[in-house]
């Protein structure tokens, strides 16, 4: 695992050396958060004759000191060595970018004057010393702490993110091999590990903010600022393009007490432990989002996954007691082709050939997220949707079953885990998102349960179920021909 970081008493050092500047407040160790931003006078914003005025900002740092993409690139424009592995891990994207020159750098941190390969030294290279390295985000946690996610949302969400982690840092170290100094650097000096490329990546997630000029940056001090959803204070950028903090109006702060800024908008519980490594229980939406599982014996599940595209998700919400799901892919899994779904092999324009959805007899390609909508003027509308609705109740029946059962590996057998092989703080956060998830879970079970009944004494579902022999939610047979089709 990353060493912790930094004391923050050689913080102010390197503020001053580069220009940071603070005005009644500084950055202080606060319990049980980590380094916030504090006040050290009475700070406020009251309205005058003409209005809300912020006479000085409350924290501003130099817009140089802020990593972006463009600051990767003029970064590689004076370093050779960094511009040619840019160029060889082909690095696109902000976050790409931002990543690699935050390892690179972290690289760097731990050099000493008398190492071989010294990467060129950046304000980045000392910052990096002070940043939170205890991998408070999910994607960090020991295997024993990801267990305790078993059943949650995040579950399957934590173990994505590790795998395509794992692939990119297979990639770099595939293409860094070929290239004589980052080849001696990272690998034959063992300089880099998987945690941490992990952990650049749990910094960009957690520290990046959107600014108005530069799109996504981290920007050092202001990303030290902690997160609330009634902040007292915002970030923005002046008219040369540094970054300040400015006191909201309306707001005041007593010395001694934190000043908070705004990450982003209401989020939900999962997506503020996967990006932020908190809960924050009194601003979290009541919602979440999990996979649901094909048919095993659907033989158009493969053309279905194919035309659909995205993610087989439902999600839950509920706003002011009352629960709704939304899922259309279940809507598209539940239909066969006794139904009046069909797919066929057609040839385009160009003389290539073509997988096509239709629904009753009606071209529907682009609209398969729509079959909620598509099946409402079927006369089994209802019957297709006590479909989906006992499946989706099962599934959310076996969730719920899941997250209230103690950890078990993939045999089923319980994970015995030591209380001192787990960090509080990660018990903590997985015990209050099982329990806002279970909750949820509950109140989805209760109202499929009910929402099923209705759907079983509507008279249509009663005289389709009094005709059939079989099951109704039985899969209907397909046509050879499709099961011979490759749609992947």
């Given at each position: 695992?990353?060493?912790?970081?930094?004391?923050?008493?050689?913080?102010?050092?390197?503020?001053?050396?580069?220009g940071?500047?603070?005005?009644?407040?500084?950055?202080?160790?606060i319990?049980?958060?980590g380094?916030?931003?504090?006040?050290?006078?009475?700070?406020?914003?009251?309205?005058?004759?003409?209005?809300?005025?912020n006479?000085?900002?409350?924290?501003?740092?130099?817009?140089?000191?802020?990593?972006?993409?463009?600051?990767?690139?003029?970064?590689?424009?004076?370093?050779?060595?960094f511009?040619?592995?840019?160029?060889?891990?082909?690095?696109?994207?902000?976050?790409?970018?931002?990543?690699?020159?935050l390892?690179?750098?972290?690289?760097?941190?731990?050099?000493?004057?008398?190492d071989?390969?010294?990467?060129?030294?950046?304000?980045?290279t000392?910052?990096?010393?002070?940043?939170?390295?205890?991998?408070?985000?999910?994607?960090?946690?020991?295997?024993?702490?990801?267990?305790?996610?078993?059943?949650?949302?995040?579950?399957?969400?934590?173990?994505?993110?590790?795998?395509?982690?794992s692939?990119?840092?297979d990639?770099?170290?595939?293409?860094?091999?070929?290239?004589?100094?980052?080849?001696?650097?990272?690998?034959e000096?063992?300089?880099?590990?998987f945690?941490?490329?992990a952990?650049?990546?749990?910094?960009y997630?957690?520290?990046?903010?959107?600014?108005?000029?530069?799109?996504?940056?981290?920007?050092?001090?202001?990303?030290?600022?902690?997160?609330?959803?009634?902040p007292?204070?915002?970030?923005?950028?002046?008219?040369?393009?540094d970054?300040?903090?400015?006191?909201?109006?309306?707001?005041?702060?007593?010395?001694?007490?934190?000043?908070?800024?705004?990450?982003?908008?209401?989020?939900?519980?999962?997506?503020?432990?996967?990006?932020?490594?908190?809960?924050?229980?009194?601003?979290?939406?009541?919602?979440?989002?999990?996979?649901?599982?094909?048919?095993?014996?659907?033989?158009?599940?493969?053309?279905?996954?194919?035309?659909?595209?995205?993610?087989?998700?439902?999600?839950?919400?509920?706003?002011d007691?009352v629960?709704?799901?939304?899922?259309?892919?279940?809507?598209?899994?539940?239909?066969?082709?006794?139904?009046?779904?069909?797919?066929?092999?057609?040839?385009d324009?160009?003389?290539?050939?073509?997988l096509?959805?239709?629904?009753?007899?009606?071209?529907?390609?682009?609209?398969?997220?729509?079959?909620?909508?598509?099946?409402?003027?079927?006369?089994?509308?209802?019957?297709?949707?006590?479909r989906?609705?006992?499946?989706?109740?099962?599934?959310?029946?076996?969730?719920?079953?899941?997250?209230?059962?103690?950890?078990?590996?993939?045999?089923?057998?319980?994970?015995?885990?030591?209380?001192?092989?787990?960090?509080?703080?990660?018990v903590?956060?997985?015990?209050?998102?099982?329990?806002?998830?279970?909750?949820?879970?509950?109140?989805?079970?209760?109202?499929l349960?009910?929402?099923q009944?209705?759907?079983?004494?509507?008279e249509?579902?009663?005289?389709?179920?009094?005709?059939?022999?079989?099951?109704?939610?039985?899969?209907?047979?397909?046509?050879?021909?499709?099961?011979?089709?490759?749609?992947?």
């Open positions: 695992m990353p060493a912790n970081p930094g004391p923050i008493e050689g913080l102010p050092v390197w503020q001053r050396l580069h940071v500047q603070f005005h009644k407040c500084e950055l202080q160790l319990k049980d958060k380094i916030g931003l504090v006040a050290t006078e009475q700070l406020s914003l009251v309205a005058d004759e003409e209005g809300f005025k006479d000085r900002p409350l924290l501003t740092v130099p817009r140089g000191l802020a990593l972006s993409a463009e600051a990767v690139r003029e970064y590689a424009n004076v370093d050779n060595r511009r040619e592995l840019l160029h060889a891990t082909g690095h696109e994207t902000a976050r790409g970018k931002i990543m690699l020159y390892l690179v750098h972290l690289v760097r941190s731990r050099q000493t004057p008398s071989s390969y010294r990467v060129a030294a950046s304000p980045w000392d910052y990096i010393k002070y940043l939170e390295r205890d991998g408070l985000l999910p994607s960090m946690w020991s295997e024993q702490e990801r267990n305790l996610l078993q059943g949650t949302s995040l579950e399957q969400a934590v173990a994505a993110k590790r795998n395509s982690l692939q990119e840092f990639e770099l170290c595939e293409k860094t091999k070929q290239l004589d100094f980052w080849n001696e650097l990272f690998w000096q063992r300089k880099i590990s945690e941490d490329w952990l650049v990546d749990a910094w997630r957690s520290r990046c903010l959107e600014l108005p000029s530069s799109g996504d940056a981290m920007v050092p001090s202001i990303d030290m600022a902690n997160h609330s959803y009634d007292e204070a915002y970030y923005d950028e002046d008219s040369d393009g970054i300040e903090i400015l006191l909201r109006p309306g707001y005041s702060v007593d010395p001694g007490k934190e000043v908070t800024i705004s990450y982003g908008k209401l989020k939900r519980a999962s997506e503020m432990l996967f990006s932020y490594g908190f809960i924050d229980r009194a601003y979290s939406t009541d919602e979440m989002t999990l996979m649901v599982r094909s048919f095993e014996d659907d033989p158009l599940s493969r053309a279905k996954e194919h035309i659909f595209g995205g993610m087989p998700t439902v999600q839950l919400r509920r706003t007691g629960l709704n799901w939304h899922s259309p892919f279940l809507h598209l899994m539940c239909l066969n082709e006794e139904d009046g779904l069909d797919f066929r092999i057609l040839q324009n160009e003389g290539g050939r073509q096509r959805m239709f629904w009753q007899d009606e071209d529907v390609t682009e609209r398969a997220a729509d079959f909620e909508a598509l099946t409402q003027e079927h006369a089994l509308c209802p019957v297709f949707r006590l989906a609705v006992s499946i989706l109740l099962q599934q959310m029946v076996d969730q719920l079953h899941r997250l209230k059962r103690p950890p078990e590996d993939e045999d089923g057998d319980p994970i015995h885990v030591a209380a001192s092989d787990l960090r509080p703080v990660c903590q956060a997985a015990a209050t998102l099982k329990e806002i998830e279970g909750s949820l879970l509950e109140a989805t079970v209760a109202a349960e009910k929402e009944q209705d759907l079983l004494a509507d249509r579902v009663k005289a389709y179920l009094g005709s059939m022999e079989d099951d109704p939610m039985e899969t209907a047979p397909s046509n050879a021909a499709n099961e011979d089709v490759d749609f992947s």
